[in-house]
């Protein structure tokens, strides 16, 4: 496995993006906002539109490769796209952003 899907092209996922492209981590971000991907697309770093929650969107962004998964964005439905990914993925490591301490346990 290698690379790393990022959720979510905010403040905070450009910040992750800037991180891993320092360490040489390959990373391909889903977004929700089509002019963003083709502007973060336009940046050499691949995007995928569509919706997280869906299998599909986290298997084109590249699921079964990917060594780790960051939701940067403040998702109501992180723990969905958490529950997906781990079950077609269970050694994926998983960070997640979140807004209120209320929201960690649902996402553990």
Known sequence: PSGCIVIGHG??????????AE???????????????R???????????GDATR???????GLDRAESL???????????????AIARRPDLRIMARCATLRDVEPLR
């Open 70 to 84: 960051v939701i940067s964005a403040d998702l109501e439905a992180a723990a969905e796209v958490v529950r997906q």
């Open 11 to 20: 403040p905070v996922g450009q910040q992750v993006l800037r991180v891993l």
């Open 55 to 61: 299998v599909e969107t986290l298997i084109e962004a």
């Open 23 to 37: 360490r040489g981590v390959p990373a391909t971000v889903i977004e929700m906002n089509l002019a963003t991907v």
């Open 39 to 49: 502007a973060v697309r336009a940046t050499g770093i691949p995007a995928v539109y």
